[in-house]
T-cell receptor
Framework: DSGVTQTPKHLITATGQRVTLRCSPR?????VYWYQQSLDQGLQFLIQ???????AKGNILERFSAQQFPDLHSELNLSSLELGDSALYFC????????????FGPGTRLTVL | QKEVEQDPGPLSVPEGAIVSLNCTYS??????FMWYRQYSRKGPELLMY????GNKEDGRFTAQVDKSSKYISLFIRDSQPSDSATYLC????????????FGRGTSLIVHP
């Protein structure tokens, strides 16, 4: 158990809908990362937050947004969902957001029908 | 060409074999190299972390980095069925960015 929690574990929804994925980092970790993992694209970095502020952005679609709250938990919002958004979404956390080990959560499996 | 290339496998070996997993990369600015293990339906778990070229050993695992060839390897000695998982290489440190670029992962099956 990495200490990173993600909810829900599974999410099934329809095209056009909006969902929110939640992540709680390990105790003491200030940085949160979001990744998307699909069979054809592998693990893709979406966005990083550090102590409530956006630190880095990857290949995140405009339909997706995220935020990190004062208690350091983070939410990833996915809207106007398309079939291609079906994937595993992982959250990871690290102490500083600089070099160092990232601890991954168990992921949320999103299925868009 | 992808920045990080990794053969997806699957790689099937008998228990006790020495396993060699590899990645090649194109960005010569990468400085930090990692190997993650991902069991089915779980999140990736960091196995090894090395800086620049050279070897690093941790129990049955050895990570090698050859920056001149842009080639990294992970060796697993005395492989066990519990090593069956997908192994992802990752690298970072280019241009001051510490966001890892991941390979697609190699699926390893160790059969008894």
């Amino acid at each position: 158990d990495s200490g990173v929690t993600q909810t829900p574990k599974h999410l099934i929804t329809a095209t056009g809908q909006r969902v929110t994925l939640r992540c709680s980092p390990r105790s003491g970790d200030l940085s949160v990362y979001w990744y998307q993992q699909s069979l054809d694209q592998g693990l893709q970095f979406l966005i990083q937050y550090y102590n409530g502020e956006e630190r880095a952005k990857g290949n995140i679609l405009e339909r997706f947004s995220a935020q990190q709250f004062p208690d350091l938990h983070s939410e990833l919002n996915l809207s106007s969902l398309e079939l291609g958004d079906s994937a595993l979404y992982f959250c990871a956390s690290s102490v500083t957001g600089q070099l160092g080990e990232q601890f991954f959560g168990p992921g949320t499996r999103l299925t868009v029908l | 060409q992808k920045e990080v290339e990794q053969d997806p496998g699957p790689l099937s070996v008998p228990e006790g074999a020495i396993v060699s997993l590899n990645c090649t990369y194109s960005n010569s600015a990468f400085q930090y190299f990692m190997w993650y293990r991902q069991y089915s339906r779980k999140g990736p778990e960091l196995l090894m972390y090395t800086y620049s070229s050279g070897n690093k050993e941790d129990g049955r695992f050895t990570a090698q980095v050859d920056k001149s060839s842009k080639y990294i390897s992970l060796f697993i000695r005395d492989s066990q069925p519990s090593d069956s998982a997908t192994y992802l290489c990752a690298m970072t440190g280019s241009g001051g960015s510490y966001i890892p670029t991941f390979g697609r992962g190699t699926s390893l099956i160790v059969h008894p």
